[in-house]
C-alpha cells in the first residue's frame, strides 16, 4: 500500500506538469516505488500496460465514441468506471474521484490498481522481457 501511496504522490507531480516518460526511466521509477511483483504482477506488465495505452505519456487522453467516456493518463483510466469527468453519461465512479485528480490523489490510483489487478492485463501470457530489457531494474 505504501508503494501505491508514493505512486499517486509520483504521478501528481509529473501530471500536473504532464511527462512522456522515456521506457527505462519509467520501469526504474515504477520499480522503485515497488509496482514489480505487487499482488503479483511483474513490472514487465506494468510496463507493456503503459506502453500500449499510452506511450509513457502523463498527459495522454483518449475518447471512446461509443459510450462517450475518456481514457486519462499513463494508464488511461477510464471515465466511465473508475472517475467521474463530468461529461461522461451514466459514469460508475468506482474509485469516487473526479477524473481531474485521478492521478493527482493517492486514493485514486490505489483503488484503480488493485481492481486493475483482478481484471488482469492484456499483456499477460506474452513474452514481455523487451519492455525491460536495458534497464537495469
Known sequence: MKALLILGLLLLSVVVQGKKFERCELARTLKRLGLDGYRGVSLANWMCLARWESNYNTRATNYNRGDKSTDYGIFQ???????????TPRAVNACRIPCSVMAQDPSGYTCWVIQKVRSGFSCQNKDLRSYVKGCRV
Not at 483510466?77 to 461529461?87: A, E
Open 77 to 87: 483510466i477510464n471515465s466511465r468506471w473508475w472517475c467521474n469527468d463530468g461529461k
